[in-house]
């Protein structure tokens, strides 16, 4: 049973274009993460959110859009894809200390 | 702003040998200093973390030094297998989490 999934594994789409990420988890964790890592594997954390709340929201373009529908699910939507959002998107969790609980990661191609 | 450095960006050792890998961090508020592992196409795993209480923490291979002074920890692969061939990430924080850029470790056969 995997604790965090991501879908799909990989997104090829052409700029301009809309889609969806979703991450699911099943450790019962408050807080979830969406991470970014570009092509030189700089992770770079773009939300966080705690039981279903937006807690950090780290200068991202409003472009992106995360949505929490309940606390085991944190989605992210990306409108008008541009060419710089190429990388691979990694949803995480939290437990109660501070270990992190990393996703397999998105891989988005923009063309 | 980058509050956690790391050196060097990569490393080829011998099998056997010790890769070592620093972070350096400016927040003295950091409480929590994790290591992950990446294997290409995967999520990165946490490995070790040491908080500021303790200067150092092993486990199995792989050991945490950390100077509280000097703002500064690092990780040491004991005996390195070739299968230890991974990018390693440090971090740092309190809750959320700054990480450094990564470094790409080899270790030859």
């Known amino acids: 049973d995997t604790a965090v999934s991501q879908t799909p594994k990989y997104l090829v789409t052409q700029m301009g274009n809309d889609k969806s990420i979703k991450c699911e988890q099943n450790?019962?964790?408050?807080?979830m993460y969406w991470y970014k890592q570009d092509s030189k594997k700089f992770l770079k954390i773009m939300f966080s959110y705690n039981n279903k709340e937006l807690i950090i929201n780290e200068t991202v373009p409003n472009r992106f859009s995360p949505k929490s529908p309940d606390k085991a699910h944190l989605n992210l939507h990306i409108n008008s894809l541009e060419l710089g959002d190429s990388a691979v998107y990694f949803c995480?969790?939290?437990?109660?200390?501070?270990?992190?609980?990393f996703g397999p990661g998105t891989r988005l191609t923009v063309l | 702003q980058q509050q956690v450095k790391q050196s060097p960006q990569s490393l080829i050792v011998q099998k056997g040998g010790i890769p070592i890998i620093n972070c350096a961090y400016e927040?003295?508020?950091?409480?929590?200093f994790p290591w992950y592992q990446q294997f290409p196409g995967k999520g990165p795993a946490l490995l070790i973390a040491?908080?500021?209480?303790?200067s150092e923490k092993k486990e199995g291979r792989f050991t945490i030094s950390f100077n509280k002074s000097a703002k500064q920890f690092s990780l040491h692969i004991m005996d390195s297998q070739p299968g230890d061939s991974a990018t390693y990430f440090c971090a740092a924080g309190w809750g959320k989490l700054q990480f450094g850029a990564g470094t790409q470790v080899v270790v030859t056969p």
């Open positions: 450790l019962g964790h408050d807080t």
């Open positions: 040491i908080r500021p209480d303790v």
């Open positions: 995480a969790t939290q437990s109660g200390g501070h270990e992190q609980f």
């Open positions: 927040n003295t508020a950091f409480d929590y």
